[in-house]
């Protein structure tokens, strides 16, 4: 079966770094995406990876590496506004995503 | 701004009384996706268009129907809600289906089954 593994929660300090990881087993790989999910709102897109290495796009990096069936999304200057749900999610070979259940970061002051 | 809108944000219904959430874009997007998400849990997959194709997924109950009389529009009914449809579903939409197109949602419909 296809499976998307992330920790359900974590706790970081405001200003600090956190690294969120996920490993994943699919069908087949077009990309990795990470999306950002405030509570009881909808996901919005973060990242993508499809080819091995860091992506940076300001406090927010991903790192893929696929012969390792790996990522993690990188926050660096973590803000208040940064608690969220953290959704990785892959695109398997039929390019349906497939989804994790999610991390839930938590910043403390 | 090019958006994707989901109508209402907040359904009611009792249980067994058919329920209609609608979905519009102005993306221009050709796919079109229905998620159904409980809480603490990844969103699932209930079916998704492909231009006028439909693709239904393996395990979407029965109750769950869904229309798109054009590309702008997608609509998900449920003909006799259960106690546990109680979720937010969620509209998605993708310029096509390969690797690089990230889905854009909309703000979801949060439905309550009394």
């Known amino acids: 079966g296809q499976n998307i593994d992330q920790p359900t929660e974590m706790t970081a300090t405001e200003g600090a770094i956190v690294q969120i990881n996920c490993t994943y087993q699919?069908?087949?790989?077009?990309?990795l995406f990470w999306y950002q999910q405030h509570a009881g709102e909808a996901p919005t897109f973060l990242s993508y990876n499809v080819l091995d290495g860091l992506e940076e796009k300001g406090r927010f990096s991903s790192f893929l590496s696929r012969s390792k069936g790996y990522s993690y999304l990188l926050l660096k200057e973590l803000q208040m506004k940064d608690s969220a749900s953290y959704l990785c999610a892959v695109k398997d070979s039929n390019y349906q995503l497939i989804w994790g259940a999610g991390t839930k970061l938590i910043i403390k002051p | 701004d090019a958006m994707v809108i989901q109508n209402p944000r907040y359904q009611v219904t009792q249980f067994g009384k058919p329920v209609t959430l609608s979905c519009s874009q102005t993306l221009n997007h050709n796919v079109m996706y229905w998620y159904q998400q409980k809480s603490s849990q990844a969103p699932k997959l209930l079916f998704h268009y492909y231009d006028k194709d439909f693709n239904n997924e393996a395990d979407t109950p029965d109750n769950f129907q869904s229309r798109r009389p054009n590309t702008s529009f997608c609509f998900l009914d449920i003909r006799s809600p259960g106690l546990g449809d109680a979720a937010m579903y969620l509209c998605?939409?993708?310029?096509?289906?390969?690797?690089?197109?990230?889905?854009?949602f909309g703000p979801g419909t949060r439905l309550t089954v009394l």
């Open positions: 998605a939409t993708s310029r096509d289906r390969g690797t690089v197109n990230e889905q854009f």
């Open positions: 699919t069908s087949g790989f077009n990309g």
